[in-house]
């Protein structure tokens, strides 16, 4: 899930997603993309719900949602590229409908929110911990004869900092349809409810835990076996959390107080990535550094971590790395994981939005033997494909600094 984007000064957006699948099926066939255009800092993202489920939804939904995307991004014009979106779906013949749904989402830098629906669930907009309502426009859209009409509802506004937009499937209403006491399902006024609650006790919650809390919800009164796909995806409006990674040795030992000072002078959240790293640190900042022997904290992929106190996260450096960057291509939830540290430090990369990598240059002979994984590259690729991951996939703001 390119960076968050500032929508007036100092203010950025949260993108974060959650999913479970249907009970039995080996896809979930709801699908959520995103896309942050080049230079204008313009966020789009869709939300897909293929009919059916399994393999056959999640095709017609990542079908959807792929073109969704490319259409929304080159029609000004949300609603029209809605209207051709349906144009070209194929269509169920039994019950003369297209074989996907989808919501479409394009926030502005400045704070301008577009929201398109077409059968999807109405979004929510919590505004200072609570449900605010949105006004919306209905266009039908006529189809070829034989197919029922199309109604779009669209949505316009201007985001506030602290705003949180809620994107949903049909999974998350519906749940627990059918219980004597949710008959029609838990509805989205009660996911409103349900958020509105979570917020009052977790003021500072970051989008991707929301969207988490809010599927297992759902999950919960589908009695933990989904009877539907369950998508649900956040968008939140605030103030950016920064973090700092420390990882390599400066090229030139003279060049360490320089990393101590970067260090100090920091007021995020400091991960150190690199045994050697954190030996220069905690040298240079006249700290202890503590190693976790822990045998409850072993992990057969992952060296364990140590302690240094003002630092969020020490770890070992390039194994832990690589598993991170994986974890983070294939857009594994971390919170579903074993713990250990690439889990921990995914977490908190998923959590801030602007990254600041600091990257020593001083060769590491472990890293160029030939018979290591390719994923062992040397450490400046490594941070790159970091880079890369967290802006393309993750909506990040990643800045690289080698010393």
């Known amino acids: 899930m390119s960076p968050p984007v500032a929508c007036s000064p100092g203010i950025f957006i949260e993108v974060g997603h959650a ?3 249907k009970q039995g099926q080996a896809a979930c066939g709801d699908v959520f993309v995103s896309h942050k255009a080049d230079g204008s800092g313009r966020i789009i993202c869709v939300l897909a719900d293929g009919l059916g489920s399994g393999i056959k939804a999640s095709v017609l939904a990542n079908l959807t949602a792929t ?3 490319r259409y929304a991004a080159a029609e000004a014009n949300l609603a029209q590229a809605a209207a051709t979106i349906l144009a070209s779906l194929p269509i169920c013949s039994e019950r003369r409908i297209a074989y996907s749904t989808f919501t479409i989402i394009d926030l502005e830098p400045r704070g301008e ?3 398109v629906e077409y059968d999807n669930p109405p979004s929510l907009l919590l505004r200072q911990g609570a449900q605010t309502a949105i006004s919306r426009s209905e266009y039908r859209v006529p189809l070829p004869e034989g197919q029922r009409e199309a ?3 669209e949505a316009r506004f201007t985001a506030e900092p602290g705003d949180r937009l809620v994107v949903c499937s049909d999974g ?6 059918g219980a004597r006491t949710m008959p029609f399902g838990w509805g989205m006024d009660g996911a409103g409810a349900f958020l509105e609650d979570l ?4 003021p500072n919650i970051s989008a991707r835990q929301m969207a988490r809390s809010l599927t297992q919800r759902a999950l919960q009164f589908d009695g933990h076996a989904a009877k539907d796909d369950i998508t649900a995806s956040v968008f939140y409006l605030r103030n950016p959390r920064e973090l700092m990674l420390f990882t390599g040795a ?3 030992k003279v060049r360490d107080p320089e990393l101590a000072e970067l260090a100090r002078g920091f007021a995020g959240r400091k991960v150190v990535c690199g045994g050697t790293t954190a030996t220069i640190l905690a040298r240079e900042l006249g700290l202890d550094l503590n190693l976790d022997s822990s045998l409850d904290n072993l992990d057969p992929e992952v060296p364990p971590e140590a302690s240094l106190a003002g630092f969020d996260l020490v770890t070992e450096g390039a194994i832990t790395l690589a598993v991170t960057a994986r974890m983070l291509e294939r857009e594994n939830n971390p919170d579903q994981l074993r713990p250990n540290a690439a889990t921990r430090l995914a977490g908190l990369l998923l959590d801030s939005d602007l990254i600041h990598i600091v990257a020593g240059t001083k060769i590491n002979e472990a890293l160029q033997d030939p018979s290591l994984p390719q994923e062992l590259d040397i450490r400046r690729n490594l941070v790159r494909r970091l880079q890369r991951t967290l802006s393309e996939r993750h909506l990040k703001d990643v800045r690289i600094r080698f010393i």
């Not at 998350?172 to 349809?177: D, E, L």
């Not at 917020?199 to 977790?202: D, F, K, Q, S």
Request: proline content about 4%; hydrophobic content about 50%; cysteine-free.
């Open 67 to 69: 073109m969704a995307l």
């Open 172 to 177: 998350v209403s519906q749940a627990g349809v």
């Open 113 to 115: 929110v577009r929201v």
């Open 151 to 153: 109604i779009l509802r």
């Open 19 to 21: 999913q479970e699948r």
């Open 199 to 202: 917020l009052r006790n977790r």
């Open 250 to 252: 400066p090229a030139q």
